[in-house]
């Protein structure tokens, strides 16, 4: 099963989502939907998901707002709701323990 893991950036919430995803046994990729993210969603990688997971509810907004042309075409849907913007007051321990406990509850996939 492949598992496309997005934040705004790709390069904090969504790369920790993706590495405890593998760790559990599955085929798993990480990207940003921002217009300025550091590793950017391709629409090849949401064509090949069986599984699309967004950390966060603005992450849903802003795909399917601002990114017209990337269409979500992925077999599922999940949305978390782990937030990072309070970082560094929000300790990276906790934000990743929350993305656990939430794609926990979804699991297996």
Same mark, same amino acid.
């Given at each position: 099963m492949k598992v496309?893991? +997005?934040?705004?950036?790709? @390069?904090?919430?969504?790369?920790? +989502?993706?590495?405890? +995803?593998?760790?559990?046994?599955y085929c798993s990729e990480?990207?940003?939907v921002g217009s300025n993210?550091?590793?950017?969603?391709?629409?090849?990688?949401?064509?090949?998901a069986d599984v699309a997971i967004a950390v966060h509810p603005l992450v849903t907004r802003f795909l399917h707002q601002s990114l017209t042309g990337l269409r979500n075409t992925a077999?599922?849907?999940?949305?978390?709701? @782990?937030?990072d913007t309070n970082l560094p007051d929000r300790n990276r321990d906790v934000v990743n323990s929350d993305l656990e406990k939430q794609i926990n509850r979804h699991l297996p996939l």
């Open positions: 496309l893991c +997005l934040c705004m950036n790709g @390069v904090n919430r969504s790369k920790y +989502l993706a590495g405890y +995803l593998h760790q559990q046994g990480y990207g940003g993210a550091q590793n950017p969603i391709t629409q090849e990688s949401i064509n090949i077999k599922r849907y999940i949305e978390l709701n @782990v937030s």
